[in-house]
Protein backbone atom coordinates (compact mmCIF):
# COMPACT_ATOMS: atom_id res chain seq x y z
CA UNK A 1 0.00 0.00 0.00
CA UNK A 2 1.51 3.46 -1.00
CA UNK A 3 -0.22 6.97 0.76
CA UNK A 4 0.42 10.40 -0.04
CA UNK A 5 0.64 12.37 3.66
CA UNK A 6 0.33 16.00 2.62
CA UNK A 7 0.87 18.40 5.69
CA UNK A 8 1.22 22.76 5.81
CA UNK A 9 4.00 21.43 8.46
CA UNK A 10 7.46 19.27 8.88
CA UNK A 11 10.71 19.50 10.11
CA UNK A 12 13.05 21.51 11.09
CA UNK A 13 9.42 22.82 12.41
CA UNK A 14 9.26 21.60 15.61
CA UNK A 15 5.56 20.56 16.89
CA UNK A 16 3.37 17.46 17.62
CA UNK A 17 2.48 17.24 14.09
CA UNK A 18 5.71 16.99 12.53
CA UNK A 19 6.48 14.26 15.23
CA UNK A 20 3.16 12.55 14.77
CA UNK A 21 3.66 12.39 10.70
CA UNK A 22 7.63 11.15 11.75
CA UNK A 23 7.02 8.99 13.80
CA UNK A 24 3.86 7.05 11.90
CA UNK A 25 6.17 7.72 8.52
CA UNK A 26 8.49 5.43 10.32
CA UNK A 27 6.37 2.62 11.68
CA UNK A 28 4.23 2.64 8.89
CA UNK A 29 7.41 1.49 7.13
CA UNK A 30 7.43 -1.50 9.15
CA UNK A 31 3.63 -2.17 8.68
CA UNK A 32 4.49 -2.63 4.76
CA UNK A 33 3.11 0.87 4.21
CA UNK A 34 5.30 3.36 1.46
CA UNK A 35 4.22 6.92 2.72
CA UNK A 36 5.66 10.12 0.67
CA UNK A 37 5.41 13.54 2.01
CA UNK A 38 4.47 16.62 1.07
CA UNK A 39 5.29 19.51 2.95
CA UNK A 40 7.12 23.23 3.23
CA UNK A 41 10.46 23.98 2.19
CA UNK A 42 11.83 25.87 5.07
CA UNK A 43 14.66 28.35 5.14
CA UNK A 44 16.72 27.69 8.11
CA UNK A 45 19.59 25.08 7.26
CA UNK A 46 20.55 22.12 8.93
CA UNK A 47 17.98 19.67 8.89
CA UNK A 48 18.89 16.79 6.38
CA UNK A 49 16.57 15.33 4.29
CA UNK A 50 14.37 12.84 4.58
CA UNK A 51 13.67 10.48 1.46
CA UNK A 52 10.23 10.18 0.33
CA UNK A 53 9.82 14.09 1.16
CA UNK A 54 8.64 16.45 -1.66
CA UNK A 55 9.58 20.07 0.00
CA UNK A 56 7.58 22.96 -1.93
CA UNK A 57 8.34 26.49 -2.08
CA UNK A 58 7.13 28.41 0.32
CA UNK A 59 6.92 31.81 2.36
CA UNK A 60 6.63 33.70 5.20
CA UNK A 61 3.57 34.01 7.66
CA UNK A 62 3.41 37.28 8.72
CA UNK A 63 3.39 37.79 12.76
CA UNK A 64 4.63 33.72 12.88
CA UNK A 65 8.61 33.42 12.15
CA UNK A 66 8.27 29.58 12.62
CA UNK A 67 5.42 28.39 10.00
CA UNK A 68 6.27 28.75 6.22
CA UNK A 69 3.49 29.08 3.76
CA UNK A 70 3.01 27.16 0.85
CA UNK A 71 2.60 28.95 -2.15
CA UNK A 72 -0.55 27.06 -4.38
CA UNK A 73 1.10 26.90 -7.42
CA UNK A 74 4.47 25.58 -6.42
CA UNK A 75 2.09 22.96 -4.58
CA UNK A 76 0.26 22.07 -6.88
CA UNK A 77 2.87 21.91 -9.13
CA UNK A 78 4.05 19.19 -7.24
CA UNK A 79 1.34 17.35 -6.84
CA UNK A 80 0.56 17.21 -10.45
CA UNK A 81 4.35 16.18 -11.00
CA UNK A 82 3.74 12.77 -8.80
CA UNK A 83 1.64 9.57 -10.93
CA UNK A 84 -2.09 9.37 -9.26
CA UNK A 85 -1.93 5.80 -10.03
CA UNK A 86 1.28 5.12 -7.45
CA UNK A 87 -1.51 5.82 -4.57
CA UNK A 88 -3.79 3.87 -2.87
CA UNK A 89 -4.71 7.08 -0.59
CA UNK A 90 -4.48 10.44 0.70
CA UNK A 91 -3.63 11.60 4.14
CA UNK A 92 -3.96 15.14 5.16
CA UNK A 93 -2.72 16.70 8.32
CA UNK A 94 -3.52 19.57 8.39
CA UNK A 95 -6.15 22.07 7.87
CA UNK A 96 -4.73 25.06 5.71
CA UNK A 97 -3.82 25.07 2.10
CA UNK A 98 -2.34 21.27 2.63
CA UNK A 99 -6.15 20.16 3.31
CA UNK A 100 -7.37 21.89 -0.33
CA UNK A 101 -4.38 20.50 -2.51
CA UNK A 102 -4.70 17.19 -0.67
CA UNK A 103 -8.53 16.85 -1.42
CA UNK A 104 -7.95 17.78 -4.44
CA UNK A 105 -5.10 15.05 -5.69
CA UNK A 106 -7.60 12.49 -4.26
CA UNK A 107 -10.26 13.47 -6.29
CA UNK A 108 -8.52 13.53 -9.60
CA UNK A 109 -6.46 9.92 -8.78
CA UNK A 110 -10.11 8.32 -7.78
CA UNK A 111 -8.74 7.35 -4.45
CA UNK A 112 -10.17 7.61 -0.65
CA UNK A 113 -8.82 10.77 1.76
CA UNK A 114 -8.41 10.60 5.46
CA UNK A 115 -7.65 13.96 7.64
CA UNK A 116 -5.92 13.63 11.30
CA UNK A 117 -7.78 16.55 13.16
CA UNK A 118 -4.31 17.51 15.25
CA UNK A 119 -5.46 21.64 16.05
CA UNK A 120 -7.94 22.92 18.39
CA UNK A 121 -8.66 25.21 15.67
CA UNK A 122 -11.44 27.23 17.76
CA UNK A 123 -8.84 28.14 20.37
CA UNK A 124 -6.09 28.63 18.02
CA UNK A 125 -8.46 31.66 16.62
CA UNK A 126 -8.59 33.08 19.25
CA UNK A 127 -5.18 33.68 20.69
CA UNK A 128 -4.07 34.77 17.09
CA UNK A 129 -7.44 36.24 16.09
CA UNK A 130 -7.75 38.25 19.69
CA UNK A 131 -9.62 41.43 18.06
CA UNK A 132 -12.23 39.01 16.97
CA UNK A 133 -14.95 38.76 19.23
CA UNK A 134 -14.94 35.33 20.73
CA UNK A 135 -18.16 34.20 19.72
CA UNK A 136 -17.95 34.78 16.21
CA UNK A 137 -14.28 33.29 16.10
CA UNK A 138 -15.87 30.17 17.59
CA UNK A 139 -19.00 30.19 14.93
CA UNK A 140 -15.94 30.76 12.17
CA UNK A 141 -14.12 27.88 13.30
CA UNK A 142 -16.95 25.61 13.93
CA UNK A 143 -18.23 26.00 10.42
CA UNK A 144 -14.81 25.82 8.95
CA UNK A 145 -14.28 22.61 10.73
CA UNK A 146 -17.25 21.16 9.67
CA UNK A 147 -16.91 21.98 5.79
CA UNK A 148 -13.38 20.77 5.66
CA UNK A 149 -14.81 17.59 7.68
CA UNK A 150 -17.22 16.85 4.64
CA UNK A 151 -14.41 16.78 2.72
CA UNK A 152 -12.57 13.29 3.52
CA UNK A 153 -13.90 10.23 3.72
CA UNK A 154 -12.71 9.33 7.35
CA UNK A 155 -11.94 11.56 10.57
CA UNK A 156 -8.74 10.57 13.10
CA UNK A 157 -8.86 12.36 16.04
CA UNK A 158 -5.71 11.81 18.83
CA UNK A 159 -8.20 11.59 21.37
CA UNK A 160 -11.88 10.81 22.22
CA UNK A 161 -12.09 14.45 24.14
CA UNK A 162 -11.22 15.70 20.73
CA UNK A 163 -13.44 12.99 19.01
CA UNK A 164 -16.17 14.80 21.06
CA UNK A 165 -15.47 18.11 20.17
CA UNK A 166 -16.09 17.00 16.48
CA UNK A 167 -19.46 15.57 17.42
CA UNK A 168 -20.57 18.67 19.15
CA UNK A 169 -19.74 20.50 15.94
CA UNK A 170 -22.14 18.28 13.91
CA UNK A 171 -19.63 16.71 11.72
CA UNK A 172 -20.63 13.60 10.95
CA UNK A 173 -17.49 11.95 9.16
CA UNK A 174 -16.69 8.68 10.61
CA UNK A 175 -13.97 9.25 13.46
CA UNK A 176 -11.68 6.82 14.44
CA UNK A 177 -9.83 7.67 17.71
CA UNK A 178 -6.04 7.07 17.04
CA UNK A 179 -3.26 8.56 19.45
CA UNK A 180 0.27 8.94 18.07
CA UNK A 181 2.27 6.98 20.46
CA UNK A 182 6.24 6.79 21.38
CA UNK A 183 8.62 5.16 19.15
CA UNK A 184 11.28 3.32 21.17
CA UNK A 185 13.90 6.32 20.66
CA UNK A 186 11.71 8.29 23.25
CA UNK A 187 13.03 5.37 26.09
CA UNK A 188 16.54 6.37 25.89
CA UNK A 189 17.64 7.55 28.93
CA UNK A 190 19.07 11.31 28.66
CA UNK A 191 21.81 12.91 30.73
CA UNK A 192 20.41 15.37 33.46
CA UNK A 193 24.20 16.45 34.41
CA UNK A 194 24.59 16.88 30.53
CA UNK A 195 21.52 19.19 30.28
CA UNK A 196 22.69 21.36 33.56
CA UNK A 197 26.27 21.58 32.63
CA UNK A 198 25.26 23.08 28.77
CA UNK A 199 22.76 25.24 30.56
CA UNK A 200 25.01 26.45 33.60
CA UNK A 201 22.32 25.74 36.41
CA UNK A 202 24.18 24.91 38.98
CA UNK A 203 23.47 20.18 39.81
CA UNK A 204 21.73 20.89 43.30
CA UNK A 205 19.05 23.58 42.30
CA UNK A 206 15.59 21.82 41.81
CA UNK A 207 14.68 21.97 37.98
CA UNK A 208 11.25 22.62 37.21
CA UNK A 209 10.72 21.87 33.81
CA UNK A 210 8.49 22.85 31.07
CA UNK A 211 8.73 21.45 27.18
CA UNK A 212 6.87 22.21 23.95
CA UNK A 213 5.90 25.02 21.66
CA UNK A 214 5.92 28.68 23.24
CA UNK A 215 2.63 29.43 22.40
CA UNK A 216 -0.29 31.38 23.79
CA UNK A 217 -2.61 28.64 23.54
CA UNK A 218 -0.20 26.52 26.19
CA UNK A 219 -0.73 28.44 29.11
CA UNK A 220 2.74 29.41 30.00
CA UNK A 221 2.14 32.55 31.37
CA UNK A 222 0.45 30.88 34.07
CA UNK A 223 3.00 28.68 34.77
CA UNK A 224 5.61 31.53 35.51
CA UNK A 225 2.75 32.76 37.52
CA UNK A 226 2.50 29.68 39.15
CA UNK A 227 6.72 29.42 39.55
CA UNK A 228 6.26 32.75 42.07
CA UNK A 229 4.74 30.90 44.63
CA UNK A 230 7.23 27.71 44.22
CA UNK A 231 10.16 30.24 45.29
CA UNK A 232 8.81 30.53 48.28
CA UNK A 233 9.34 27.31 49.63
CA UNK A 234 11.86 26.15 47.15
CA UNK A 235 14.14 29.38 46.47
CA UNK A 236 16.73 27.33 44.55
CA UNK A 237 14.49 26.47 42.43
CA UNK A 238 14.64 27.12 38.09
CA UNK A 239 11.78 26.76 35.88
CA UNK A 240 13.58 25.75 32.54
CA UNK A 241 11.21 27.03 29.64
CA UNK A 242 12.55 24.74 26.10
CA UNK A 243 11.38 25.40 23.05
CA UNK A 244 10.31 28.41 20.97
CA UNK A 245 6.92 30.28 19.43
CA UNK A 246 5.28 33.27 19.61
CA UNK A 247 4.36 33.93 22.63
CA UNK A 248 8.63 34.24 24.05
CA UNK A 249 8.67 38.27 24.22
CA UNK A 250 5.61 38.44 26.17
CA UNK A 251 7.58 35.36 28.41
CA UNK A 252 10.62 36.98 29.20
CA UNK A 253 8.54 40.35 29.58
CA UNK A 254 6.62 38.52 32.38
CA UNK A 255 9.77 36.67 33.82
CA UNK A 256 11.52 40.15 33.99
CA UNK A 257 8.23 41.83 35.44
CA UNK A 258 7.94 40.01 38.20
CA UNK A 259 11.83 39.68 38.90
CA UNK A 260 12.27 36.03 38.15
CA UNK A 261 15.19 36.41 35.77
CA UNK A 262 17.79 34.85 37.74
CA UNK A 263 15.53 31.82 38.45
CA UNK A 264 14.25 31.07 34.71
CA UNK A 265 16.28 30.02 32.11
CA UNK A 266 14.80 30.17 28.51
CA UNK A 267 16.18 26.93 26.66
CA UNK A 268 14.49 27.40 22.75
CA UNK A 269 15.00 24.49 20.85
CA UNK A 270 16.85 21.29 21.69
CA UNK A 271 17.79 18.32 19.38
CA UNK A 272 15.16 15.74 19.75
CA UNK A 273 17.64 13.03 19.60
CA UNK A 274 20.18 14.29 22.04
CA UNK A 275 19.57 17.67 24.21
CA UNK A 276 15.96 17.35 24.50
CA UNK A 277 16.29 13.72 25.77
CA UNK A 278 18.52 15.39 28.49
CA UNK A 279 16.40 18.31 29.37
CA UNK A 280 13.47 15.84 29.96
CA UNK A 281 15.86 13.60 32.41
CA UNK A 282 16.69 16.25 34.01
CA UNK A 283 13.13 17.40 35.76
CA UNK A 284 12.68 16.90 39.21
CA UNK A 285 8.80 17.81 37.74
CA UNK A 286 7.86 17.91 34.40
CA UNK A 287 4.60 20.58 34.63
CA UNK A 288 2.14 21.28 31.94
CA UNK A 289 -1.08 23.74 31.75
CA UNK A 290 -2.08 23.84 28.14
CA UNK A 291 -5.93 23.69 27.37
CA UNK A 292 -5.96 23.09 23.86
CA UNK A 293 -3.87 19.64 23.46
CA UNK A 294 -5.52 17.10 20.92
CA UNK A 295 -3.12 14.92 23.08
CA UNK A 296 -0.66 16.23 24.65
CA UNK A 297 2.33 13.66 23.91
CA UNK A 298 4.74 15.66 25.07
CA UNK A 299 3.46 14.19 28.76
CA UNK A 300 3.89 10.86 27.57
CA UNK A 301 7.77 11.59 26.09
CA UNK A 302 8.25 13.58 29.55
CA UNK A 303 7.12 10.04 31.24
CA UNK A 304 9.46 7.82 29.49
CA UNK A 305 12.39 9.71 30.82
CA UNK A 306 10.70 9.35 34.21
CA UNK A 307 10.09 13.22 35.15
CA UNK A 308 7.20 13.28 37.49
CA UNK A 309 4.43 15.20 36.22
CA UNK A 310 2.29 17.50 37.65
CA UNK A 311 -0.24 18.82 35.22
CA UNK A 312 -4.03 19.51 34.58
CA UNK A 313 -6.29 17.52 32.33
CA UNK A 314 -8.07 19.60 29.45
CA UNK A 315 -9.63 18.54 26.04
CA UNK A 316 -7.05 15.81 24.83
CA UNK A 317 -5.00 15.43 28.03
CA UNK A 318 -7.94 13.83 30.03
CA UNK A 319 -7.06 10.94 27.05
CA UNK A 320 -3.57 10.64 29.16
CA UNK A 321 -3.82 11.81 32.28
CA UNK A 322 -7.27 9.59 33.10
CA UNK A 323 -9.31 11.38 35.48
CA UNK A 324 -9.21 9.29 38.97
CA UNK A 325 -5.63 7.17 37.82
CA UNK A 326 -3.09 10.47 39.75
CA UNK A 327 -0.33 8.73 40.90
CA UNK A 328 -0.69 5.68 39.47
CA UNK A 329 0.50 6.73 36.30
CA UNK A 330 3.02 8.94 37.19
CA UNK A 331 1.31 11.81 37.34
CA UNK A 332 -0.17 14.16 40.09
CA UNK A 333 -3.34 16.22 38.34
CA UNK A 334 -4.37 18.99 39.26
CA UNK A 335 -6.98 21.76 38.37
CA UNK A 336 -5.87 25.15 36.97
CA UNK A 337 -5.63 27.14 39.88
CA UNK A 338 -2.75 28.79 41.37
CA UNK A 339 -2.35 27.35 45.20
CA UNK A 340 -3.64 23.43 44.22
CA UNK A 341 -0.88 23.55 41.59
CA UNK A 342 1.83 25.17 43.33
CA UNK A 343 1.15 22.71 46.09
CA UNK A 344 1.53 19.95 43.67
CA UNK A 345 5.17 20.96 42.73
CA UNK A 346 6.27 22.10 45.68
CA UNK A 347 5.07 18.83 47.34
CA UNK A 348 7.07 16.66 44.82
CA UNK A 349 9.89 18.81 45.00
CA UNK A 350 10.23 18.19 48.65
CA UNK A 351 9.52 14.28 48.84
CA UNK A 352 12.41 12.48 46.94
CA UNK A 353 10.22 9.32 47.23
CA UNK A 354 7.05 10.40 45.92
CA UNK A 355 9.42 11.44 42.71
CA UNK A 356 10.89 8.57 42.57
CA UNK A 357 7.29 6.05 42.89
CA UNK A 358 6.24 8.45 40.12
CA UNK A 359 9.35 8.34 37.80
CA UNK A 360 8.96 4.64 38.01
CA UNK A 361 5.15 4.46 37.24
CA UNK A 362 5.83 7.17 34.50
CA UNK A 363 8.30 4.75 32.73
CA UNK A 364 5.74 1.88 33.20
CA UNK A 365 2.66 3.83 31.84
CA UNK A 366 4.36 5.34 28.88
CA UNK A 367 5.12 1.82 27.54
CA UNK A 368 1.44 1.18 26.96
CA UNK A 369 1.67 3.82 24.52
CA UNK A 370 4.21 2.13 21.75
CA UNK A 371 3.66 4.10 18.39
CA UNK A 372 4.34 0.75 16.64
CA UNK A 373 0.71 -0.69 17.92
CA UNK A 374 -0.62 2.99 16.81
CA UNK A 375 0.38 2.50 13.21
CA UNK A 376 -0.66 -1.18 13.26
CA UNK A 377 -4.19 0.31 13.97
CA UNK A 378 -3.73 3.07 11.02
CA UNK A 379 -2.97 0.12 8.78
CA UNK A 380 -5.85 -1.31 9.38
CA UNK A 381 -7.88 1.90 8.63
CA UNK A 382 -6.46 2.37 5.87
CA UNK A 383 -7.09 -1.27 4.43
CA UNK A 384 -10.79 -0.63 5.29
CA UNK A 385 -11.02 2.90 3.64
CA UNK A 386 -9.13 1.05 1.04
CA UNK A 387 -11.40 -1.62 0.03
CA UNK A 388 -14.83 0.72 1.27
CA UNK A 389 -17.93 0.76 -1.31
CA UNK A 390 -17.50 3.57 -2.87
CA UNK A 391 -13.62 4.70 -1.81
CA UNK A 392 -13.19 5.76 -4.98
CA UNK A 393 -12.37 10.20 -4.80
CA UNK A 394 -12.45 12.09 -1.87
CA UNK A 395 -15.83 12.87 -0.43
CA UNK A 396 -18.52 15.19 -2.36
Not at 243 to 257: I, K, M, T
Not at 300 to 326: C, D, F, K, W
Not at 372 to 391: D, F, K, N, Q, V
Amino acid sequence: MRVLFVSDVYFPRVNGVSTSIRTFRQDLTAQGVETHLVAPRYEAAGAAEEPGVTRVPSAGVPGDPEDRRMRWGALTRALDALTPSAFDLVHIHTPFIAHYAGVRFARRAGIPCVATYHTFFEEYLHHYLPVLPRRIGGWLARSFTRSQCDDVHALIAPSEPMRSVLLDYGVTTPIHVLPTGLPADRFRHGDPRAFRARAGIAPEAPLVIYIGRVAHEKNIGFLVQMFTEVLKKAPQAVLVIAGEGPARPALQAQVSSLGLAPHVHFAGYLDRDTALLDCYAAADVFVFASRTETQGLVLLEAMAQGAPVVSTAELGTRSILVPGSGAQIGALVVPEELDAFTAAVVRVLEDRQLRQELSERGRAYARTWSSAAMAGRLTELYGTLRSAPGASGAAA
